[in-house]
Nanobody, 118 residues
Framework: QVQLVESGGGLVQTGGSLRLSCAASGSAQVIDAMGWYRQDPGKERDLVAHITRDGVTEYADSVKGRFTISRYNANNTVYLQMNGLKPEDTAVYYC????????????WGKGTLVTVSS
């Protein structure tokens, strides 16, 4: 079992920056991959950024060059540095953890709201 707690969301003006953090706790000592997703009301949850334990990253096209994902394996924490924020980045951001066992286990945080004002 993995529990994920996000922090760092809030209100920011267009062009501003925010840093999201997600701390994992629980019985799993090794988390294979972590990521950030976002969701607008009435829409699907979409990938923002993803990082493996080895540091291989993947980004949605809409955030490339503006957002940076990083993780600290020793305490299973993942970060999302968001620069050059735009109103269309407004969403609830969710942290995700993946455990590759006999089947892939997925865990989600409760989300943190990011609002970018124009």
């Amino acid at each position: 079992q993995v529990q994920l707690v996000e922090s760092g969301g809030g209100l920011v003006q267009t062009g501003g920056s925010l840093r999201l953090s997600c701390a994992a706790s629980g019985s799993a000592q090794v988390i294979d991959a972590m990521g950030w997703y976002r969701q607008d009301p009435g829409k699907e949850r979409d990938l923002v950024a993803h990082i493996t334990r080895d540091g291989v990253t993947e980004y949605a096209d809409s955030v490339k060059g503006r957002f940076t994902i990083s993780r600290y394996n020793a305490n299973n924490t993942v970060y999302l540095q968001m620069n050059g924020l735009k109103p269309e980045d407004t969403a609830v951001y969710y942290c995700n953890a993946e455990l590759y066992r006999s089947a892939t286990e997925l865990y989600w945080g409760k989300g943190t709201l990011v609002t970018v004002s124009s």
